[in-house]
């Protein structure tokens, strides 16, 4: 049986999950059910597919998505890291949070909103960094699922061809036949 190459279909399905994830602002096609995720997982599918001699079943599909999510939830934890430590997205941040605070209807929302601002305002890079951490955590295992979702979508859309039929006398082919 042929082994498939797997990296390079996983790497730049990861590099599509994991800078798609992360990059501001197109990363909010991440709000239509993990968007890149899943697009990152295909894409790494449609590699694989189109490199390979045989057909891909369902279970390389979801390997190559497992392999492109590792690879994206990791290029995602960091970039949070690197985004939480940054002054410059924090500042941001603050800012789209005090519109939506000066948008809120109910006062106490708003009280409650710009004290949370001030307190996050107030934030060392390493305090910013410890918070994010678990919600890293979280969204790279998210990915993950999703990107294997992907990939399995991927040999569903992507693989036209059959897989060859097994030999049912091979071993784990079915076993001998009794007589």
């Not at 990363?27 to 993990?34: D, E, H, K, P, R």
């Not at 890149?36 to 599918?45: D, S, V, Y």
């Not at 603050?94 to 009280?111: G, R, T, Y």
Request: proline share 6%.
């Amino acid at each position: 049986m042929n082994e498939l190459d797997l990296k390079r279909p996983a790497i730049i399905g990861g590099l599509i999950v994991g800078l798609g994830s992360v990059i501001p602002i197109v990363s909010l096609l991440n709000c239509c059910f993990c968007a890149w995720a899943l697009i990152g997982g295909m894409m790494a599918t449609k590699l694989l597919v189109d490199s390979s001699p045989r057909a891909i079943a369902n279970a390389d599909g979801a390997k190559v998505g497992a392999f492109a999510g590792m690879i994206g939830g990791g290029i995602y934890f960091f970039g949070q890291m690197l985004l939480s430590m940054s002054s410059t997205a924090s500042s941001m941040m603050l800012k789209v949070l005090e519109q939506i605070a000066s948008n809120a209807n109910n006062p106490e929302v708003q009280e409650l909103m710009q004290q949370a601002i001030e307190q996050a305002a107030n934030q060392s890079a390493a305090q910013r960094v410890i918070g994010a951490l678990p919600l890293s955590v979280i969204g790279g295992a998210i990915l993950l699922g999703f990107t294997v979702l992907g990939g399995l979508l991927g040999v569903k859309f992507f693989e036209k061809r059959q897989p060859a039929p097994q030999n049912p006398y091979s071993p784990g082919g079915g076993g001998w036949p009794n007589p």
